[in-house]
């Protein structure tokens, strides 16, 4: 995808994201145990204000949050800091350099891909805290979060910062997983200590985990209800596919 595609998603569910969240601040997030939709709305707002500034400093501030933040009023803070944010992408070019933890992405594009990815999956949280339909997820974007999460938040957490999955990953046996929708396609594989992701569906794999763009997105960053019928299907031993959605979890917490 296109940065100018990224930033035409980024308006649209940042335009969602607001008018939902206004519907009912008090409401609970129960894809976000312990959050409201208040207090979903000020993590946005924050998470917005830090990249701006990781791009205009060229590197991410700490210690972060600001204690002055905390009493800033939600939906003045998102305002806020979207704006500051979108000012800040039109300042630069894609490659300019920013400060982010993945070490391959130290761009503005990579904070601008980022934050239109964030944005669709906490407005899908806003969505589910107040009871509001889910909007579809645009196929292209879908596809783009899968590819992000596998690589950027799983494979590259486990290979630096491996003492937080050594647990999970200790008594692999080696399981092949392929992850698969329509436009993309993704071979997982672990072991001790190990998790790598390439292009294409494995040869010959352990667990396969198949569905609609939009659904598969969800399912792998947990944004399902109970009970929610969402069309992905998990084909293979329980026990296969109990490691991958731990180091799932850890990666994005």
């Not at 791009?55 to 003045?76: F, K, T, V």
């Not at 899968?146 to 590259?156: G, T």
């Not at 001790?192 to 390439?198: F, H, K, Q, S």
């Given at each position: 995808m296109e940065p100018s595609r990224f930033l035409g998603c980024l308006t649209d569910d940042f335009a969602r994201l607001r008018a939902v969240a206004s519907i009912d601040p008090t409401a609970a997030v129960p894809s976000c145990p312990g959050w409201s939709v208040a207090d979903l709305t000020h993590h946005v707002g924050e998470v917005y204000l830090h990249k701006t500034l990781a791009i205009r400093e060229g590197a991410e501030p700490e210690p972060w949050p600001p204690a002055d933040l905390a009493a800033e009023e939600p939906m003045a803070l998102l305002d806020r800091a979207y704006a500051g944010l979108l000012a800040e992408f039109a300042a630069h070019e894609p490659q300019d350099r920013a400060g982010s933890w993945y070490a391959p992405g130290q761009t503005v594009g990579f904070w601008i891909r980022r934050m239109a990815q964030e944005t669709v999956i906490h407005r899908i949280d806003a969505e589910l805290g107040v009871g509001a339909p889910v909007a579809p997820v645009p196929d292209d974007l879908a596809v783009d979060g899968i590819d992000e999460l596998l690589k950027v938040f799983v494979e590259y957490s486990v290979a630096e910062w491996a003492s937080a999955f050594s647990e999970i990953l200790a008594d692999s046996p080696g399981w092949t997983y392929t992850?698969?929708?329509?436009?993309g396609a993704w071979s997982v594989r672990t072991g001790p200590g190990l998790l790598r992701v390439t292009d294409g569906a494995a040869d010959a794999a352990d667990v396969t985990v198949s569905g609609p763009p939009t659904a598969l997105l969800r399912w792998l960053w947990g944004r399902e209800l109970a009970g929610e019928t969402s069309?992905?299907?998990?084909?293979?031993?329980?026990?296969?596919?109990?490691?991958?959605?731990?180091?799932?979890?850890?990666?994005?917490?």
């Amino acid at each position: 995808m296109e940065p100018s595609r990224f930033l035409g998603c980024l308006t649209d569910d940042f335009a969602r994201l607001r008018a939902v969240a206004s519907i009912d601040p008090t409401a609970a997030v129960p894809s976000c145990p312990g959050w409201s939709v208040a207090d979903l709305t000020h993590h946005v707002g924050e998470v917005y204000l830090h990249k701006t500034l990781a791009i205009r400093e060229g590197a991410e501030p700490e210690p972060w949050p600001p204690a002055d933040l905390a009493a800033e009023e939600p939906m003045a803070l998102l305002d806020r800091a979207y704006a500051g944010l979108l000012a800040e992408f039109a300042a630069h070019e894609p490659q300019d350099r920013a400060g982010s933890w993945y070490a391959p992405g130290q761009t503005v594009g990579f904070w601008i891909r980022r934050m239109a990815q964030e944005t669709v999956i906490h407005r899908i949280d806003a969505e589910l805290g107040v009871g509001a339909p889910v909007a579809p997820v645009p196929d292209d974007l879908a596809v783009d979060g899968i590819d992000e999460l596998l690589k950027v938040f799983v494979e590259y957490s486990v290979a630096e910062w491996a003492s937080a999955f050594s647990e999970i990953l200790a008594d692999s046996p080696g399981w092949t997983y392929t992850v698969r929708t329509d436009g993309g396609a993704w071979s997982v594989r672990t072991g001790p200590g190990l998790l790598r992701v390439t292009d294409g569906a494995a040869d010959a794999a352990d667990v396969t985990v198949s569905g609609p763009p939009t659904a598969l997105l969800r399912w792998l960053w947990g944004r399902e209800l109970a009970g929610e019928t969402s069309g992905v299907t998990v084909d293979g031993p329980p026990e296969a596919m109990a490691p991958l959605r731990r180091c799932i979890v850890t990666a994005t917490q």
